[in-house]
Every structure is written in structure tokens, then in C-alpha cells.
């Protein structure tokens, strides 16, 4: 069976710090991958997705930069973080262009 | 407008029916999804409909697809306490962009 694994579970950051979450999805080959951030009390806002290795779209302009080096492999970053980053982020996978989004269990991140 | 939206909360008491709204935009979306969010957890889907159904039944769910308003509803028969969570609505456009939209979710609160 298809398992998608997202960590930390929660973070806190500075300020100006970097930041790597990664994500996994195993059970399933050449899935579609995305990130989303939800902000406290809103929905969820399309960061990035990626069809494929080292194919990545950029939904937002923002702080944040995505890769996917592996093919079940999908990593956000950001070499210097703001307050304004703080939310959920919450990785997903697809399979195929009609299916439905499975979610990960989501890092909850706090920059102070 | 935004693309997919949502009252924000909705409270009944436990053994009732709910009833939870969603409108879209695009008139070519293909899926149109029910996704619930448990505090702190990641999104978990609950079920989905194409867009050439009016309906479909999973147990104590009814998804109802008005496509010439644009209006999907979610009804949820004999509501628990175990339903209170957040319900995100999202369409998947049929578009290059394999990315499903939200709205922002209805927090529903059911009381005992």
C-alpha cells in the first residue's frame, strides 16, 4: 500500500534561519508531489507540485524553493525564513492526471 | 472572487443531519472533492464525484453536484462528535495544472 511520510511532525525557527522539510511517499511510482501551506483559520494555498525529477512549478512567488531529487522524494526549503512563513505545511501525492490527493500529517512551523 | 468557496462554520447538534456548502468557478473542473481535517492532522479524503454525476452515496455521506450553479454540497446523516473537524471542498480543474484548488473549509461543530 501507497504511505506518504512528512517530517518534523512540528518545527520552530528564527528568523533568517534555513529551513528543509522533506516528504516520501513509498508504494507507488512517478507520482505527482505538492506542498501547500495552510495559515491558521484558512485554507490551503498551493506552493509547489512536481510531475517528475527536477520538474518543479512554482504556484506563489514567495521565500520558498522546492526540489525533488529522487522520483518519491519532494523537499521545501528556504535559505532565510520569515515570520510571515509561520503556517502548516502539508505534503501530497497523486498518481495519474484523475485522481484524488493523498495528504501527509503535515509540520506545523512557527518562525519567532 | 476566489475559485472555491465556503462558509466558514457550521454547528448542529449530535443525531442531525449537515449540511455543508461549496462553489466553484470553473464550469470545466472534472473531480470535485470532500476532504476532512481532524485538529492538527493532515487532510484526509472522504469522497469525490465527477463531474457528470448529480449524486453518489457512501454510507452516511451524500455529495450533491448542481453543475449549472456550480454548487456541491456535503451531507453528513446522523452527525457524531466524531464529525467536528474542518471540511475543505476542492475541485480539480481540467487544465495542464494537475493540482486540486480548496476553498477555505467550514469547521463544523456538532454538539452532544
Known amino acids: 500500500s501507497q504511505t506518504i511520510h512528512q517530517w518534523p511532525a512540528t518545527l520552530v525557527q528564527p528568523v533568517g534561519s534555513p529551513l528543509s522539510l522533506e516528504c516520501t511517499v513509498e508504494?507507488?511510482?512517478?507520482?505527482?508531489l505538492y506542498w501547500y501551506r495552510q495559515a491558521a483559520g484558512r485554507g490551503l494555498q498551493l506552493l509547489f507540485y512536481?510531475?517528475?525529477?527536477?520538474?518543479i512549478s512554482s504556484e506563489v512567488p514567495q521565500n520558498l524553493s522546492a526540489s525533488r531529487p529522487q522520483d518519491r522524494q519532494f523537499i521545501l526549503s528556504s535559505k532565510k525564513l520569515l515570520l510571515s512563513d509561520s503556517g502548516f505545511y502539508l505534503c501530497a501525492w497523486s498518481v495519474g492526471r484523475d485522481t484524488e490527493a493523498f495528504f501527509g500529517q503535515g509540520t506545523r512551523l512557527t518562525v519567532v | 472572487g476566489e475559485d472555491v468557496e465556503q462558509s466558514l462554520f457550521l454547528s448542529v447538534r449530535e443525531g442531525d443531519s449537515s449540511v455543508i456548502n461549496c462553489t466553484y468557478t470553473?464550469?470545466?473542473?472534472?473531480?470535485l472533492y470532500w476532504y476532512k481535517q481532524e485538529p492538527g492532522a493532515g487532510l484526509q479524503l472522504l469522497t469525490y464525484i465527477f463531474s457528470n454525476m448529480d449524486m453518489k452515496q457512501d454510507q452516511r455521506l451524500t455529495v450533491l453536484l448542481n453543475k449549472k450553479d456550480k454548487h456541491l454540497s456535503l451531507r453528513i446523516a446522523d452527525t457524531q462528535t466524531g464529525d467536528s473537524a474542518i471540511y475543505f471542498c476542492a475541485e480539480l480543474k481540467n487544465t495542464g495544472r494537475r493540482a486540486l484548488t480548496f476553498g477555505s473549509g467550514t469547521r463544523l461543530q456538532v454538539q452532544p
Open positions: 470553473d464550469s470545466s473542473s472534472t473531480y
Open positions: 508504494g507507488t511510482s512517478n507520482p505527482n
Open positions: 512536481s510531475v517528475g525529477i527536477g520538474q
